[in-house]
Each structure stands twice: as structure tokens, then as C-alpha cells.
């Protein structure tokens, strides 16, 4: 498979959206399809996309094919996965924000061995 034929499927398979399993049969089809044209002759990158279609096109006419149950089913993993990494995010950032108030010496934060002095009181009291 020459060079060309390599980068032509590599952009088919970044349009396609859908489970590893149909990319990959997809794929396997397109192979074929240009396996069996490249005995003819030699061909370029343009060759490619003129015989089949530019990458996107081609992908998409591979999406049409699929069932509907099958992108569903990948959108909604992926939605899932993609709420669960922005949920960890948001868990760890917020820790961050705390963890980062303790360490530091804020002065808002009383500590047993610092002074306790009531603001504006004159009056100094001295036991005897």
C-alpha cells in the first residue's frame, strides 16, 4: 500500500464517528476497495479522492449505512465518558483550591499558638 493510500485512510478514519468495531470493518472495506483499484495503475493522493470521494465524503456515506442503534449508543458513551472526566475535573480542582487555603498561612484562619486580641479594646487587663 503506498503512501498515499495510507494518508487517504487516515482521513477517512478521523471522520468517521462511530464504534471501534464498524471504524475498523469500514476501513477494511475501503482497503480492499483501493487495493483492488491500485492493481490497475499507480496513483496519487488526488487519484484517490477523485475514484472515491473526498475523506469526509467517504466517511459519511459509510455513517449513512450504520444503524441508528449503533450511533446512539456511541454518542451516548462518549457523553457519559465525556461527563465523568469533567466531573473528576471539577472534584479536583476544587480540592486544589482547598488544599491550597490550608497549606498556606492565611490570616483569616486562627491558629492555637497565635495571640487572641480583641480589635480596639484600650483597656489592657493584668492579673496579679
Known sequence: ???SAKKYLQ?????LKCSKKS???SIENLKHAIDDFSCAE???YDDLTERFGTPK????EYLSVMSDQELRH???KHKIILALCLGMTVIIIVFGIIYSI?????PVIIKESDPYEEPGNPI?????
Do not use: L, P, R
Request: aromatic fraction near 12%.
Open 23 to 25: 471504524k475498523k470493518k
Open 74 to 76: 456511541f454518542t451516548g
Open 42 to 44: 499507480q496513483f496519487t
Open 124 to 128: 489592657s487587663v493584668q492579673y496579679y
Open 1 to 3: 500500500m503506498t503512501s
Open 102 to 106: 490550608i497549606i498556606h498561612e492565611d
Open 57 to 60: 465524503m467517504v466517511a459519511n
Open 11 to 15: 482521513e477517512v478514519k478521523k471522520h
